[in-house]
């Protein structure tokens, strides 16, 4: 099975290493540009991708 992952912080980080964990196939991972300010305490769900070797777009209306 394969999926494409929209989202971003905490929440879509997790889902997406279940999805992962489940092997299901994620070739691409959609999420918005990280705020320079950030948000402490929560992981970007870009770097997690990157991680993972997953192709990350962040365009600027990607989850708005």
Avoid: Q
């Avoid at 980080?13 to 070739?27: A, I, S």
């Avoid at 991680?51 to 989850?63: K, L, M, Q, R």
């Amino acid at each position: 099975m394969r999926a494409v992952v929209f989202g971003n912080r905490e929440l879509a980080c997790v889902r997406l290493e279940e999805l992962l964990g489940l092997e299901v196939e994620v070739p691409l991972v959609v999420t918005s540009p990280r705020d320079p300010a950030g948000h402490p305490g929560y992981r970007s769900l870009a770097v997690v991708a990157r991680e993972h070797g997953i192709a990350v777009a962040t365009p600027p209306d990607a989850t708005g």
